[in-house]
């Protein structure tokens, strides 16, 4: 018999021992290593039974056992210093509390979270990214406040069939045995929010609190009795279920969420956050629930626009317009208009914000997440800087006119929370030290103070775990897959913790090429099965459940991994998630990515194994192609240009091979008279001093601080000031100058200074007349553009100066004037252009307006001696 409910009864602790209680339910402990020996010496039998999840260990331990402790001097001694450092780390000043006009909080909304693998409500990089993102936000003192939903099935958990097809499993998750607090009303009943639905319908949804440190995390929860079924399933699973649901889950985490930060702030007190940052376009939502509050506290549609653009910042994660949600306008129109409008936000307006770019046939049936995330936030950002690029070619429909350029996309690397990713001994190995070295960017010259001899030995030692936990992970797989216990006894020599490692762990998508290694089987045998050099690889990854392409993709590397004359040196672990991702990125020498380029748009697994002192074996791709510098590590070579498929795997996989074959294992193995390969942990060190600063989630808050949250909180000041004057303004103004626009012409530039031969050092002296139409000097900026002229007379990467006004006429013509400096030989021209100009805006291509002249005036395309 089956049970119709599940639940957790959570142990009552003595007295003496309240504040383990605590400490469990703040998941610091995820990357603080003394609170995780503290909960190993509760019961270091049942640490291991539970996978070191302190929840379920308070679960499982014995009574008696827990009135031992609390007995114990030495123990309670340990817990109580346990408990001040805590108390300590949650109210002390940190680097956050040092800065003017910093934010007073942050709103943080991603559909997915990997705190700990003990929470299990992320899928793959976006959630590691998110995660990563509050921790290192706790450990510098940033008051964010982070929304997602609680999906009772998380993702899923993965195994292998006899054949070695991937298998879905859901497993029930209880909110009772997860580190999580229900968030309540003063009368004790659960805080609700409630979302309304088409058809006199209502979704229902309660809080539940996960503490981040110093950051709470709300997570709605639909799964409550004022549901109908449907709607009690809105949270069932991550990124589960059809287009309904998705919707459903979209709608629950932006308006619901913004809902559930405005219960939660009244409730405790915490100060509403100034800003709001989106990340990806799940929650894009939230830009629409916040124009409500505002129309109905009585401002026009594009007043509310203004004041919440101001403080929104949207990060887009994906380099592929397939990675982003859309939906039928229809669906939309359905939700947000008819009987379920809500009465101060036009429908027609909603579909507007979403509605891409025409594709040249008229159509606009479709609703785009990523373009409704951009049109509602001021600032926007990719997450490296080749993401950046490739973003700004992606979206640049939405800025007609501008150069790729110039569309105001910016870009900030992500970085990864180093106390999370390193391994206690690589901490250890730098003193009392690094903890805070692995914060910052100042003193990582330090390393090279280390011995040969003890970072060889680390390394050793990391990989033996890895190699021993892979054979324990390899057995449960093969038995799972149907084989008998007797049939195992080669997996006891599977791997050997004194061969090159190479890791290769993601998701599954056909772009991140999993199997790029097969593509010629005998030549990776070769390297497996070298007799002097060999490699071992060791694999794992999920595909998503709706992703045939994916599975396959698995399942080849899986029996290629079975085969008997190499599955001793390849392995693939099922069930990727943040516990064995640790293993994987600590224990293995070399890290492996070979993406597609560009379609990686970070990629944070090799910046955590260059952390552990491993070296990254990559495709110039995401962050790789921002910090490769030659010597830290291997950049494969890339078949750009080459459009057929099969060739360019053929050729990059042949550059993989050779890498392998000729540089790494070269240097991994070159060794004299048994000691540590000198020229390998050069390259180690090199990487640890090279890229230790820039990867860390520490650099990545603060450049999200100061380059987008604090902007964004004064933009957001200004603008509510004195009930919302200056939105009222700005927004009067954007529509009087999108009214005007028409009107405005380029109708003369003329030149001079020059003479026939122009020459380096030269000046040009610009005149141009614009035609102002209904707008006022003080609407504009009149620039001149120039530069390197291409092929077709286009200017490329041009640089931009102001002309300055001589004079207005009363027809509406103003003349300006300006110079040009020729500073570059070669071909050469100019023009000029006019943009809106006002002090609220954040980019030139903010309206999306430009007027440039009819035919390319005064252009020259001369070459400068």
């Known amino acids: 018999m089956r049970a119709i409910r599940r639940f957790t009864v959570r142990t009552v602790l003595p007295g003496e021992l309240a504040a383990l209680g605590e400490l469990v339910h703040n998941l610091r402990w995820s990357w603080h290593p003394e609170t995780l020996d503290l909960f190993a010496d509760v019961d270091p039998d049942v640490w291991e039974r539970v996978g070191h999840d302190p929840v379920a260990l308070l679960g499982a331990v014995e009574a008696d056992r827990l ?123 659960p805080a609700r929010i409630r979302l309304e639905l088409p058809g006199q319908q209502n979704l229902h949804a309660q809080i539940w609190v996960a503490q981040v440190g110093r950051v709470p995390l709300l997570l709605l929860d639909s799964d409550v009795a004022d549901n109908d079924p449907a709607a009690r399933d809105v949270t069932d699973r991550l990124y589960g279920g059809g287009t309904d649901h998705r919707l459903m889950q979209e709608l629950l985490l932006g308006v619901g969420g913004v809902r559930a930060i405005r219960v939660y702030c009244r409730i405790t007190g915490h100060p509403e956050p100034e800003v709001f940052h989106t990340n990806e376009g799940h929650a894009g939502f939230l830009g629409l629930e916040r124009i409500r509050e505002l129309t109905e506290a009585r401002l026009s549609f594009d007043e509310a626009l203004e004041a919440v653009r101001a403080g929104t910042v949207f990060t887009t994660h994906t380099p592929v317009p397939a990675g982003i949600d859309r939906f039928p306008a229809e669906m939309i129109a359905r939700q947000f208009g008819g009987d379920n409008a809500w009465p101060t ?111 060889w030995a680390i390394r050793g030692r990391l990989r033996a775990r890895l190699v021993e936990a892979a054979r324990k992970r390899l057995r449960e797989s093969w038995l799972a897959r149907g084989a008998s216990p007797a049939e195992l006894g080669w997996i006891d020599d599977a791997l050997d913790p004194e061969v090159l490692t190479i890791g290769f762990a993601r998701r599954v998508p056909s772009y991140k090429r999993l199997t790029l290694m097969l593509s010629d089987p005998e030549r990776l045998r070769s390297l497996l099965l070298h007799p002097e050099r060999p490699i071992q690889i060791v694999i794992a990854g999920k595909a998503h459940p709706a992703d045939e392409g994916g599975k396959k993709l698995i399942q080849q590397i899986v029996r290629f991994a079975d085969a008997e004359d190499v599955r001793h040196r ?159 303004s700005f927004a009067a103004w954007k529509l009087r100058v999108a009214r005007a626009w028409p009107g405005v012409r380029v109708e003369h530039v003329e030149t001079s200074g020059v003479g026939d031969t122009p020459e380096l050092g030269a000046t040009l002296e610009v005149r141009a007349t614009i035609a102002l139409g209904e707008l006022d000097p003080g609407d504009v900026a009149v620039q001149v553009a120039y530069g390197r002229v291409g092929q077709h007379d286009e200017l490329e990467r041009p640089d931009y100066a102001d002309l300055s006004l001589d004079a207005v006429h009363d027809d509406g013509h103003a003349f300006y004037t300006g110079t040009v400096p020729l500073n570059r030989t070669g071909s050469f021209g100019y023009t000029v252009r006019v943009v809106p100009a006002h002090p609220l805006m954040a980019s030139p291509a903010e309206l999306g307006l430009i007027t440039v002249p009819e035919e390319p005036a005064g252009m020259t395309n001369g070459t400068l001696r």
């Open 67 to 189: 009135a031992e402790l609390a007995r114990d001097r030495r123990f309670l001694r340990r817990l109580a210093d346990a408990a001040d450092d805590l108390q300590e780390y949650m109210t002390a000043p940190r680097w956050y509390q040092t800065l003017p006009d910093a934010p007073r909080a942050i709103a943080y909304f991603s559909p997915e979270y990997g705190i700990a693998a003990a929470l299990p409500q992320y899928s793959g990089g976006l959630g590691i990214l998110a995660g990563d993102h509050l921790k290192a936000a706790s450990d510098l003192g940033v008051p964010i406040l982070a929304v997602g939903l609680l999906y009772r099935h998380g993702y899923f958990t993965q195994s292998l069939s006899p054949e070695g097809w991937q298998l879905e499993h859901y497993p029930s998750l209880d909110p009772g045995g997860l580190p999580l607090t229900l968030l309540r009303e003063d009368d004790g009943t």
């Open 345 to 455: 936000v036009p429908v027609d307006r909603i579909l507007a914000l979403g509605a891409e770019p025409e594709d040249g046939e008229g159509h606009k049936a479709i609703f785009n997440m990523a373009v409704m995330g951009m049109r509602l936030a001021q600032r926007v950002n990719g997450v490296s800087r080749l993401h950046g690029e490739v973003s700004r070619e992606m979206f640049r429909g939405l800025w007609p006119g501008f150069d790729t350029d110039e569309v105001p996309i910016g870009f900030i690397t992500n970085g990864v929370h180093a106390p999370t990713w390193v391994g206690r001994e690589i901490m250890e190995l730098a003193g009392q030290e690094m903890p805070a070295l692995m914060e910052r960017a100042q003193g990582w010259e330090g390393i090279d103070k280390i011995s040969d001899e003890d970072i």
């Open 570 to 728: 390849i392995v693939f672990l099922p069930d990727y998630d943040m516990a064995l991702a640790q293993l994987l990125v600590q224990g293995c020498d070399v890290w492996m990515n070979n993406p597609l380029r560009p379609l990686e748009a970070c990629g944070t697994s090799g910046m955590k194994a260059a952390l552990n002192g491993g070296l990254n074996l990559s495709v110039l791709d995401g962050w790789w192609d921002e910090w490769y510098d030659g010597t830290n590590g291997w950049a494969i070579p890339t078949a750009d240009g080459v459009t057929d498929p099969a060739r360019r795997d053929e050729l990059e996989a042949a550059g993989l091979y050779e890498l392998i074959e000729n540089e790494v294992t070269d240097r991994f193995y070159d060794r004299v008279d048994g000691a540590p390969p000198r020229r390998w942990l050069e390259m180690v060190r090199h990487t640890l001093v090279s890229l230790g600063p820039k990867v860390l989630a520490g650099r990545m808050l603060r450049d999200y601080v100061l380059d987008l949250y604090t902007p964004a909180a004064k933009a957001a000041r200004a603008l509510s000031a004195d009930d919302y004057a200056q939105a009222k």
